[in-house]
């Protein structure tokens, strides 16, 4: 191979190299541009990994009461109750709301303002079979808990 031919083929590897030198450039240029990404999402993440975490906090804080209501709901209902045990069976008839609404202010001595009104009134359990004597308890949940409280003070 003469020296003219050597030049040229090594001016065609020089300008090889420079191309490849040059994609390695814009290469090393994306993998910087994609590493600035990575970290920019990964910062992202983290964002919403914290805002995940207090989120399951506020939940869990949210079920707690929810709990702690529905215990208080039902404390309410139990405070709303009177419970008696003195009426033989059908003495209250057929509507035990009027039958407690006429008795209650005779047993406690006190006159009640607006009149007594219930959620429900009613004995508990099954009827008991003839010649049983002891009566199943009369239940009533009274719409006002002024109310319950007046009864209990005066029973």
Same mark, same amino acid.
């Given at each position: ?66 709990? #702690? ?6 404390? *309410?209902?139990? &405070?709303?109750? %009177?419970? @008696?045990?003195?009426?033989? =069976? ?5 509507? #035990? ?6 008795? *209650?202010?005779? &047993?406690?001595? %006190?006159? @009640?303002?607006?009149?007594? =009104? ?19 308890? %009369? ?17």
């Amino acid at each position: 191979m003469s020296a003219t031919e050597q030049a040229t083929a090594m001016d065609c590897i020089l300008q090889e190299i420079t191309a490849v030198s040059r994609r390695l450039e814009g290469m090393d240029t994306a993998t910087t541009s994609l590493m600035t990404e990575t970290k920019s999402m990964h910062i992202e993440i983290a964002g919403f990994q914290s805002c995940v975490t207090g989120l399951e906090h506020r939940m869990a804080t949210m079920e707690d009461h929810i709990h #702690t209501v529905l215990d208080k709901d039902q404390e *309410l209902l139990f &405070l709303h109750s %009177i419970h @008696l045990f003195v009426y033989p =069976e059908h003495a209250e008839g057929t509507d #035990t709301s009027s039958f407690l609404c006429s008795v *209650l202010p005779k &047993l406690t001595e %006190i006159v @009640l303002e607006p009149p007594l =009104e219930f959620q429900r009134a009613h004995r508990l359990g099954p009827q008991r079979k003839n010649g049983t004597t002891k009566p199943r308890p %009369i239940i009533a949940c009274l719409l006002r808990h002024k109310q319950v409280r007046q009864l209990l003070s005066a029973s």
